[in-house]
Protein backbone atom coordinates (compact mmCIF):
# COMPACT_ATOMS: atom_id res chain seq x y z
CA UNK A 1 0.00 0.00 0.00
CA UNK A 2 1.21 3.39 -0.63
CA UNK A 3 1.49 6.44 1.29
CA UNK A 4 -0.43 8.96 0.46
CA UNK A 5 0.93 12.81 0.03
CA UNK A 6 -1.23 16.17 0.47
CA UNK A 7 0.28 19.39 -0.95
CA UNK A 8 -0.54 22.75 -1.27
CA UNK A 9 1.05 23.10 -5.41
CA UNK A 10 2.21 20.98 -7.33
CA UNK A 11 6.26 20.75 -7.98
CA UNK A 12 7.39 20.23 -11.18
CA UNK A 13 6.36 17.24 -13.54
CA UNK A 14 9.28 15.22 -13.41
CA UNK A 15 8.84 15.88 -9.78
CA UNK A 16 5.35 14.94 -9.50
CA UNK A 17 6.22 11.86 -11.44
CA UNK A 18 8.44 10.87 -9.03
CA UNK A 19 6.28 11.21 -5.87
CA UNK A 20 3.88 9.19 -7.72
CA UNK A 21 5.69 6.42 -7.82
CA UNK A 22 6.38 6.22 -3.95
CA UNK A 23 3.40 7.99 -2.89
CA UNK A 24 -0.53 9.05 -4.15
CA UNK A 25 -0.38 12.43 -4.46
CA UNK A 26 -3.31 14.71 -3.69
CA UNK A 27 -2.75 18.74 -4.45
CA UNK A 28 -4.73 20.83 -2.25
CA UNK A 29 -4.65 23.88 -4.47
CA UNK A 30 -8.84 24.41 -4.00
CA UNK A 31 -9.54 27.87 -2.48
CA UNK A 32 -11.60 26.40 0.05
CA UNK A 33 -10.18 23.91 2.46
CA UNK A 34 -13.06 21.95 3.04
CA UNK A 35 -12.97 21.16 0.01
CA UNK A 36 -10.11 18.28 0.42
CA UNK A 37 -10.60 17.89 4.33
CA UNK A 38 -11.21 14.48 3.78
CA UNK A 39 -8.25 13.92 1.68
CA UNK A 40 -6.17 15.78 4.63
CA UNK A 41 -7.71 13.00 7.41
CA UNK A 42 -6.26 10.13 4.77
CA UNK A 43 -2.63 12.20 4.29
CA UNK A 44 0.05 9.99 5.52
CA UNK A 45 2.52 13.67 4.89
Given at each position: ???K ?7 CS??M?LL?E ?11 PNAYL??M ?5
Amino acid sequence: MKNKFVMTQAVCSEGMELLKEKADVFVADAPDPNAYLGEMQEADA
